[in-house]
């Protein structure tokens, strides 16, 4: 039912969440990337990799499932498969290799772990690039650190125009039959310097366009104001109380034991309880709070949609 849901989300492009106030989103990132990189208890990773993958999909729709599975997948399989033929910590041996190291339990577990970690935190990266847009990361750190921010920002934006742009000069030079795919090596390298010639000219207008920009609009004079389109309302205050109390109770459950699991030279977990129970609960809570926003408009929306 939820399944459905979600798709019928994704065919309405909606994504209420990035419409929230910066600091909500930005307080949201930096719990569930930090806890993902740190927990690296399997249940924590499992919830961490479901949400992500998750909420990369009601926001890229089915592009965000081919990229997942053409990419993460493959790179799931080999780290999963390589950390056991280096890593040989453990009790439980399961046979030798032909090299006559042991292929234990503990590291075939811990490196399926670490690669499932590595994995949820590039899917929310891909999550954070989408809702915490240059001016959102501007507005949060512009009076800060102003340097930095704007640099970071303009970085951060240069890299997918960099990318589009690249794809739009090498379709052109294809149609003009200067393929870098096709020929020899000397005539694939002469189109390949050539389109490295058009993106490098075009990298450098680039930049004089932005810097003659920032220029018209007053940067760095003194005593300039700004104008922000952003409102910390009532409804962002839920959000943010409610984002801070689940994270704020799952590190303080973490640190108590309630996530506690080791992996040599026996796996090792806490002992089940009520309080284990509600941190992990806390935690799927967490990490769900933007797809919960998105179930719930999306339901808003379907209701509205039939009074019509």
């Known amino acids: 039912m939820w399944v459905d849901t979600i798709l019928q989300g994704m065919v309405i492009n909606m994504s209420e969440f990035k419409t929230y106030h ?26 961490s990799l479901a949400s992500g993958f998750t909420y990369s999909v009601i926001l890229k729709g089915k592009k965000a499932i081919k990229t997942n599975l053409i990419y993460m997948l493959p790179m799931l399989l080999m780290m999963a498969l390589i950390n056991p033929a280096f890593n040989h910590e453990g009790v439980t041996i399961i046979e030798y290799l032909p ?16 690669t499932i970690m590595i994995v949820s935190v590039i899917c929310h990266f891909s999550c954070y690039n989408e809702v915490m847009t240059s001016d959102k990361f501007i507005y949060l750190f512009g009076k800060i650190i102003p340097a930095m921010s704007l640099v970071i920002s303009m970085t951060l934006r240069f890299v997918p125009k960099f990318s589009a742009q690249l794809k739009v000069v090498t379709n052109a030079q294809r149609c003009m039959g200067r393929d870098v795919s096709n020929g020899s090596i000397i005539k694939r390298a002469k189109n390949g310097l050539n389109i490295l010639s058009i993106m490098t000219t075009w990298s450098l207008e680039n930049a004089i366009e932005t810097a003659d ?39 303080a459950g973490n640190l108590m034991g309630g996530m506690y699991f080791r992996f040599f030279p026996s796996m090792k977990m806490a002992e089940v309880s009520v309080f284990g129970i509600s941190v992990f609960v806390a935690y799927l809570l967490l990490c769900i709070c933007p797809i919960i926003i998105e179930l719930w408009e999306v339901r808003k929306w379907k209701a509205l949609r039939s009074k019509i």
């Not at 910066?22 to 499992?46: D, E, K, Q, T």
């Open 22 to 47: 910066p600091i909500v989103n930005f307080v949201y990132f930096v719990f569930v990337i930090g806890f993902s990189c740190f927990f690296m208890h399997p249940v924590c990773l499992c919830i």
């Open 99 to 114: 090299s006559g190291n042991p292929l234990t339990l503990e590291s075939i577990i811990y490196g399926l772990c670490a």
């Open 213 to 251: 920009s920032m220029k018209s609009r007053g940067y760095g004079i003194p005593g300039r104001t700004a104008f922000s389109i952003f409102t910390f309302d009532k409804r962002d205050r839920k959000a943010l109380s409610c984002i801070l109390l689940l994270g704020i109770y799952t590190l």
